[in-house]
């Protein structure tokens, strides 16, 4: 099973293109994957340097900078990055001299019941020495701190929510109590389980579950529970001793009211990596929690009206408010931005305890589920909203109307390439054709309904959009840009 998720980080100024190959089975499977890029250079092309430092691309590398036959000329410098030395998957990339068609090619184990991640980094910069700077310079690893999946062709990429959690401390042999006047005392735990009060309900934890606690005091919201599976409970252990059996044999109680951290013994890989596909919710204290979010749907309140978002085509629900808005990224990876007009959601934990957190609680929703659907097709048509909101969406309607100076026009959609909205004059827009014609005009409504790929249709006021790009077009000359890199799998 196969999906894609992009992120443009354009205050950095690169695309990370991730790769997820789920594997469904009860025994391991090996896939291959290959990145096709186009460079947009043409003939022209030049290595100007790669990871190793010279100007080759061949095996040992795990990046390049090329640039177009000439400096300063049109065409961006192109950085890549598609690994590093150490992982479990080493991408093997070829580029032929003068031409701009690299392919990377990955042979990927999957564990059964798994995620595994391939990951591609994407720069373009105006000249090349800014490209090889960010070659030498890019931090992969706080690039990929937020995926939650093993990313195979970095190490130590993605996967480690569970030990992300800030002063978490790591048992080696034996878990380890560390108290706060400084001394550490080493042994096995002999409590078989605590329990958490917290505002939304007490919780009861098996130890053998447990990856290590933070005790409260100062500066912290109460005690912190960090479990395997990547869930954290904040508040209060109900517990007032911890019961340690030392090496020789020897138990003690030690009040809890003395412990700054507990970090249990280190597991079985098979047990370090487990990973879950239950709903999250993560809460603003610290708390994630694992289980089912309920209800029919959220009310989205947007400056095109409210929309109701049916729950099951919700991927993600971003409630940190950047700019006092919401952001929900749907099952095809589409975002919706706005304020949320519910109150409260009800979540059933996976101890099928029924949970109503408030929204001012709420950090964040997530479905990892829907992560795993398979992607929109990289030729999907696109729509850009004036806000930066991006629908993988297609009119409903078999063609659009469009004014012009030698008339009316019903243009089919697999003759637009891309239509602009954005243009100086009211209600004018910019069309570009897949056989490479273009012309200015306007359109003929007020608004169009589209068909996302997650199902959902919607209807959007004309003045609301930005951009439409429906198809690629027919490549004449050089030129390049983040629009217009098809990276392809096969």
Not at 101 to 109: A, D
Not at 111 to 138: H, Y
């Amino acid at each position: 099973m196969l999906a894609r998720r992009v992120l443009i980080a354009a205050d950095d100024g690169y695309a990370r293109f991730v790769e997820l190959l789920y594997n469904p089975g009860s025994t391991s499977m090996t896939a291959t994957l290959t990145h096709n890029i186009a460079l947009g250079s043409d003939d022209g092309t030049v290595v100007v340097t790669t990871t190793d430092g010279d100007t080759i691309v061949g095996p040992d590398d795990r990046g390049w900078v090329t640039d177009d036959g000439s400096p300063g000329a049109d065409d961006p410098s192109v950085a890549v990055i598609f690994g590093d030395d150490g992982a479990q998957t080493a991408g093997i990339a070829t580029l032929m001299g003068g031409s701009d068609l690299p392919n990377i090619r990955y042979s990927v184990e999957v564990p059964p019941g798994d995620t595994t991640a391939i990951v591609l980094f994407v720069a373009m910069r105006t000249i090349r020495e800014e490209g090889s700077q960010w070659l030498g310079s890019f931090d992969t690893g706080a690039a990929l701190a937020d995926l939650p999946y093993l990313v195979s062709n970095f190490t130590g990429g993605g996967r480690g929510p569970t030990f992300r959690v800030s002063g978490l401390l790591r048992g080696g042999e034996r878990d380890i109590v560390e108290l706060r006047d400084g001394n550490r005392l080493e042994g096995t735990l002999g409590d078989k389980k605590w329990t958490i009060e917290t505002p939304y309900g007490a919780h009861e934890v098996k130890l053998k579950d447990i990856a290590g606690v933070i005790a409260g005091g100062p500066g912290r919201v109460g005690d912190t529970v960090v479990l395997l599976s990547g869930e954290v409970f904040v508040g209060d252990l109900t517990a007032e001793t911890a019961n340690l059996r030392l090496p020789g044999g020897k138990a003690v109680d030690i009040p809890l009211e003395t412990i700054d951290r507990i970090g249990m013994h280190q597991r079985s890989e098979a047990e370090e990596s487990y990973q879950s596909t239950a709903d999250r919710a993560v809460l603003r204290q610290g708390d994630r929690l694992e289980g089912k979010i309920l209800g029919d749907a959220f009310q989205l309140a947007t400056a095109m009206g409210t929309i109701r978002v049916p729950r099951n085509k919700v991927a993600s629900l971003d409630l940190r408010a950047d700019g006092g808005v919401h952001r929900i990224v749907l099952a095809d990876g589409s975002t919706l931005s706005g304020i949320l007009l519910d109150e409260t959601v009800v979540f059933r934990h996976r101890t099928g305890q029924e949970l109503t957190l408030e929204q001012r609680q709420l950090v964040s929703l997530e479905v990892p589920g829907l992560l795993l659907e398979p992607a929109v097709d990289p030729g999907s048509p696109v729509l850009v909203l004036s806000n930066g909101d991006r629908w993988f969406a297609r009119p409903t309607a078999g063609s659009l109307p469009v004014e012009t100076s030698f008339g009316e026009l019903a243009l089919k959609l697999d003759e637009i390439a891309a239509i602009r909205f954005d243009q100086p004059i009211a209600g004018a827009v910019s069309v570009k054709l897949r056989d490479g014609g273009s012309f200015v005009g306007k359109l003929g409504t007020d608004a169009l309904t589209l068909r996302l790929g997650c199902g959902m249709e919607l209807t959007v006021d004309a003045a609301f959009l930005s951009e439409l790009r429906i198809g690629n077009v027919r490549r004449t000359s050089g030129g390049a840009g983040l629009g217009t890199l098809p990276i392809q799998i096969r």
